[in-house]
Every structure is written in structure tokens, then in C-alpha cells.
């Protein structure tokens, strides 16, 4: 069984920055891609930023030049570095990883519980 296990969201002022982490547990046998999405109250879930198993990067185009985010292969580890936010970052961040379990096994996607950002003086 594999589990996304995040940490770091809060409570932050606008301006602030505020780090995520997602780690993968469990036996994984490859990981193809990690991400971040999110979901504001009465909103869709929608894409934040993805890092592919060659460290290819996609942003939405609401955070380029304020997010980063980057990966711990060892660790089976995600980041996502949050700089000047901004209250309409305030949302749940879900971490997605698409991964294969064995060898010869489909890719599946797999998704973390979400933890709460909020963008608020």
C-alpha cells in the first residue's frame, strides 16, 4: 500500500512564503511524475505545478516566478516552495504522484489528503 503523507501548509500573511513537502511511503517501484494541485472553496481542483522523473517542471501560470517546486528522488520526496502569496493562493493542496507499484505493473495515480493554505492578513 502507498501513501502520500503532506506537511507544511498554514496560515500565512500575504507576501509570506510557506514550503510543502509530500512524501511517497510505502514499496514503489517507479515514480513517473509528482505534482501539486489545488482547490478553493466552490472551485474545480486544478493543476500547481508538476516535476516529471527527468526533472521537468510545468507551472500554472498564476504561480510562475513565485513557486518552485523540486523533488528528493532517494527520498520519493516532493517540495513545493510558496513565495509571495497571495490571498487567491488560499485553497487545499492535494500531492499527486503517478507511480508503479511493481515491475510490468500500469502506471496509477495516486493522491495525498490535502493540507490547508491560507492567504490572510
Known amino acids: 500500500q502507498v501513501q502520500l503523507v503532506e506537511s507544511g501548509g498554514g496560515l500565512v500573511q500575504p507576501g509570506g512564503s510557506l514550503r510543502l513537502s509530500c512524501a511517497a511511503s510505502g514499496r514503489v517501484f517507479s515514480i513517473n511524475a509528482m505534482g501539486w494541485y489545488r482547490q478553493a472553496p466552490g472551485k474545480q481542483r486544478e493543476l500547481v505545478a508538476t516535476i516529471t522523473y527527468d526533472g521537468s517542471t510545468n507551472y500554472a501560470d498564476s504561480v510562475k516566478g513565485r513557486f518552485t517546486i523540486s523533488r528528493d528522488i532517494a527520498q520519493n520526496t516532493v517540495y513545493l516552495q510558496m513565495n509571495s502569496l497571495k490571498p487567491e493562493d488560499t485553497a487545499v493542496y492535494y500531492c499527486?504522484?503517478?507511480?508503479?507499484?511493481?515491475?510490468?505493473?500500469?502506471?496509477?495515480?495516486?493522491w495525498g489528503q490535502g493540507t490547508q493554505v491560507t492567504v490572510s492578513s
Open positions: 499527486n504522484a503517478r507511480l508503479k507499484l511493481l515491475y510490468g505493473s500500469a502506471w496509477r495515480d495516486y
